[in-house]
Nanobody
Framework: QVQLVESGGGLVQAGGSLRLSCAASGRTFSDYAMGWFRQAPGKERESVARITRSGYSTFYADSVKGRFTISRDNAKKTVYLQMNSLKPEDTAVYYC?????????????????WGQGTQVTVSS
């Protein structure tokens, strides 16, 4: 399996930006499709964005489309989530996850490894 560590969370005002990073170690990073999920207080964890092994294809939840961008650097074994025009409803713990599926879906069971999460708080 691959081990994942997120960073880059923090407190930001509405309309601001943050970039999350997820560094991988262990097995070959390019063997995994990657996803970002988030979990707000009292809510279930939800898929935010996904990216295929090569980075050629990306997928987004409707709630973040046009504001968030997922990308990856296989040489650095890192996946990123650029978050712009942040809203208070984006407040959550953000997790990255790795999947051996070629194109993982939005379900948690599609993913094999998870990071510990990083808190993002957007103030109004």
């Amino acid at each position: 399996q691959v081990q994942l560590v997120e960073s880059g969370g923090g407190l930001v005002q509405a309309g601001g930006s943050l970039r999350l990073s997820c560094a991988a170690s262990g097995r070959t990073f390019s063997d995994y499709a990657m996803g970002w999920f988030r979990q707000a207080p009292g809510k279930e964890r939800e898929s935010v964005a996904r990216i295929t092994r090569s980075g050629y294809s990306t997928f987004y939840a409707d709630s973040v489309k046009g504001r968030f961008t997922i990308s990856r650097d296989n040489a650095k074994k890192t996946v990123y989530l650029q978050m712009n025009s942040l809203k208070p409803e984006d407040t959550a713990v953000y997790y990255c996850a790795a999947s051996i599926r070629i194109v993982p879906g939005t379900a948690e069971y599609d993913y094999d490894s998870w990071g510990q999460g990083t808190q993002v708080t957007v103030s109004s």
